[in-house]
């Protein structure tokens, strides 16, 4: 098992922001790892919400957040963080960080769920 080791999180008022941040050791092991956020809802289908893909820092987001959120890489710490800016209600969620060795498309293997290793995941509630 390759821990993923997240902190940050918490409560925040709408337009707030916040940074999350992931270790993740396989960072350093492996060249082309893809490292992705994922939120996830109680009743509700789990959402990535960021990729990033170490080859070449290819980023990519949803909709929902682009513009908003963004992921960006440390690569001496091993640690992918990802910030959130303006947050608004429907934010709040569980947020996961995620790795896995290559792929041909970090962000489709994201929305495919394939992904091999997995945080414990840290709650972020926006509220006013």
């Known amino acids: 098992q390759v821990p993923l080791l997240q902190t940050g999180g918490g409560s925040v008022q709408p337009g707030g922001s916040l940074t999350l941040s992931c270790n993740a050791s396989m960072y350093a092991e492996e060249a082309s790892v893809c490292l992705a956020w994922f939120r996830q809802v109680p009743g509700k289908e789990r959402e990535v919400v960021a990729t990033?893909?170490?080859?070449?820092?290819?980023?990519n987001y949803p909709d929902s957040v682009e513009g908003r959120f963004t992921i960006s890489p440390d690569f001496p710490k091993n640690t992918v963080y990802l910030r959130m800016n303006d947050l608004r209600p429907e934010d709040t969620a569980m947020y996961i960080c995620a790795a896995r060795s290559w792929s041909a498309s970090c962000w489709f293997a994201a929305v495919a769920g394939e992904y091999s290793y997995w945080g414990r995941g840290t709650q972020v509630t926006v509220s006013s």
């Open positions: 990033i893909k170490r080859t070449n820092n290819n980023m």
